[in-house]
Nanobody, 120 residues
Framework: QVQLVESGGGLVQAGGSLRLSCAAS?????MGWFRQAPGKEREFIAG????????YYADSRKGRFTISRDNAKNTIYLQMNSLKPEDTAVYYC????????????????WGQGTRVTVSS
């Protein structure tokens, strides 16, 4: 059973930064970050291969968000800078044994989410 636990969410002012963490019970799985804002569909933010050698970003998130991982700690991170009120959402990490996907259905394991609120 793969377990994923996100942390690091909270309230931040516009322009600020947050770093989300996702502690996994497995290492070297492909991982992704998604988010879901109220009333909106879940959307892909970024993904990282099992080795960490390849990263993928939704075009709209390039530049402000950075995904990384530390396989020694079985943890992936999402560094978020220059946050905007429209970044307010619940952020989820997801895992797949084989490959990074940009769609939620490509991941078999999900964390419970961590809430990020960006005030204007």
């Amino acid at each position: 059973q793969v377990q994923l636990v996100e942390s690091g969410g909270g309230l931040v002012q516009a322009g600020g930064s947050l770093r989300l963490s996702c502690a996994a019970s497995v290492s070297t799985y492909a991982m992704g970050w998604f988010r879901q804002a109220p009333g909106k569909e879940r959307e892909f933010i970024a993904g990282i291969s099992g080795s960490g050698g390849n990263t993928y970003y939704a075009d709209s998130r390039k530049g402000r968000f950075t995904i990384s991982r530390d396989n020694a700690k079985n943890t992936i991170y999402l560094q978020m800078n220059s946050l905007k009120p429209e970044d307010t959402a619940v952020y989820y990490c997801a895992a797949d044994r084989l490959r990074v996907g940009v769609h939620g259905y490509e991941y078999g394991y999900w964390g419970q989410g961590t809430r990020v609120t960006v005030s204007s």
